[in-house]
């Protein structure tokens, strides 16, 4: 399957909940994200990997069923559970998929294709010297050797054998990162940068929630490493969001961290994103805010704007599907917001025009510019008695609005059963 997505986030379709991103840039240069996949609000992932492949940005292949545990591509003939967040590494013309299981028994497993978007056959347990747990991520030095990280609450590091399928059970160490030391939470993916080895991981940075994209440094694969800070914070991108896990990597250049959202209001149903990142000179990398651009430039007015690309979400609105292949705001309440970062008005925009579904309760749109609070902006009503389901448009003249802005909407209602928004754009 393949869809054209523009660079923006999610860099995932409507009806595709791709978790976890873990990427990669592989020999024939294109990127490639590994991830787990949702399927419900109310669990996490699921039985089957998806895979993602670029090699412009823009368009965007999604390989389905790459390995399952259960079903089509069924690889696992020891077990039918869930498939929590995995990995892939490359050698000697092979990549191998490290996956863990949702059983505390015989978690972690390996799996090989030739082939970077597998199918990845014939998967067998890894021995982790009885430390079985979750989110494996193998990083290889420049001296060949491969190394297996996995762990929650502390991060756990041993040597991987030649054969990329055994691990060397005397390697193994434990506390490589501690919940104490570094607010490790779990999800650890580490890249090596001009002598450098950073630690990226799920940290309990902010409001004891792992949903910063946290690192630490070292000039060691074993560390001891150094707190350094967070790179992005997903906090706010929907109200039931709970956790993050990502990646670094560079791609023609440019660097990037990887990273999910949730949606529906819930802690699961997770859409891969990407910001780009810059490296200071003393090797720091700033932190960066969630945008609904991602690796492109400012979106155009122009052109429809999905509800579903909202970066930023206050109050009870959430993001959840209305269709198998579209999504929308939804469950929206008097005071709700939503914003969009960030959208290039050129030399001026005249009217806005929304395709909303009226429920029972009329309510009201006002855009502010650049701050969730302003006030002034026009003001789009949405009219009562409607179904919920049937999709209109609206539109109101805008004023002046030129240059780039982040777009927050700003919605009042008169009930609890008002409107969905589908999208927005500018004449």
Known sequence: ????????????????????????????????VYGSRDESPDYYCSRSYHVLSTSDLKTWTIHEYSFASEGPGDQVPYSDDFLYAPDVQYKDGMYYLYYCLANRTNTEGVA???????????????????????????????????????????AKMAKLKPNMMEIDSSSIHDHILTQEEHRFHEGGYMIKRHGIYYFVYA??????????????????????????????????????????HGSLVEFNGQWYVFYHRATHGSYTMRKACMEPITFNEDGTINEVEMTTQGASGPLNPLIPIDAERACLLHGNVRIQACAKDNEELASIRQGDKAAYKYIDFGHGVEKVTFRVAP????????????????????VVEIPGGGDGKTWTTVSVPVGEITGVHAVWLQFSTQGNDSYSVDWFKFD
Do not use: E
């Not at 660079?7 to 840039?25: L, R």
């Not at 010297?129 to 420049?142: A, H």
């Not at 429920?359 to 302003?374: C, E, Q, V």
């Open 203 to 244: 940290g309990l940075s902010m409001q004891d929630m792992p949903s910063c994209i946290s690192y630490a440094t070292s000039t060691s694969p074993w560390g001891p490493y150094k707190y350094r800070g967070i790179i992005i914070n997903n906090d706010q991108c929907d109200p039931g969001n709970w956790n993050n």
């Open 1 to 32: 399957m393949v869809t054209r997505l523009f660079s923006q986030n999610p860099i995932v379709p409507p009806g595709v909940y791709i978790a976890d991103p873990s990427a990669h840039v592989w020999k024939d240069g294109k990127l490639y």
């Open 112 to 154: 090989a294709s030739s082939s970077p978007a597998g199918p990845f056959i014939d998967g067998q347990i890894l021995n982790t010297g009885g430390i079985n747990q979750i989110d494996p991520c193998v990083f290889i030095d420049d001296d060949g050797q491969a190394y297996y990280i996995w762990g929650q609450f502390t």
């Open 359 to 378: 429920g029972t309760d009329p309510g009201s749109i006002r855009i502010a510019l650049d701050n969730p609070w302003a006030w002034g902006g026009p």
